[in-house]
């Protein structure tokens, strides 16, 4: 849950690199280093500052720790197929920043979202002829799509859905 200006500042920065991204995406077929990595440094300093002020030490490791989970499955992903450019693994850990940063749960979920919204719209593009099987299509936004609804629906949502 967004409980302070500060978190509404962060929350709204990630959404606006985000929705950058996925129209770049979009358009250049790529999600460029120049944005997501620094933007990825930026939300690791800003949590960690945040950590800092609240001597809350477990938000700072829990949303790093994130960001290289997801950083990691992203990777493996990309490795063992050809359907997954690093741009998205590196968006992956961009996503697992800013949400590990408001709970483990908040990552999964943003992950699920990400991988169910990125079926849904291969399925319909495929369906309605305007790609074949083999042909590309954008992975950023779908995965930009479950960050942003991850961020809004927030950790206690996540956790009762899930039942934890």
Known sequence: MIDSVEEV?????AVFVLAVLSVVDLRERRIPNVIVLPATGAALVWTLGAGAAGGEWDMPVRALACGAAFFCLLFVLAVVSSGMGFGDVKLGAFIGVVTGRFGSGVTVF??????????LVAAAVLVIGRRGRKQWVPYGPSMSVGAVAALLAG??????????
Request: charged share 10%; hydrophobic share 60%; net charge positive.
């Open 155 to 164: 950790e206690r949502a996540v956790r009762s859905w899930f039942g934890l």
């Open 110 to 119: 943003a992950a699920l979202t990400g991988v169910l919204v990125g079926g």
């Open 9 to 13: 500042v962060f929350v709204g920065a």
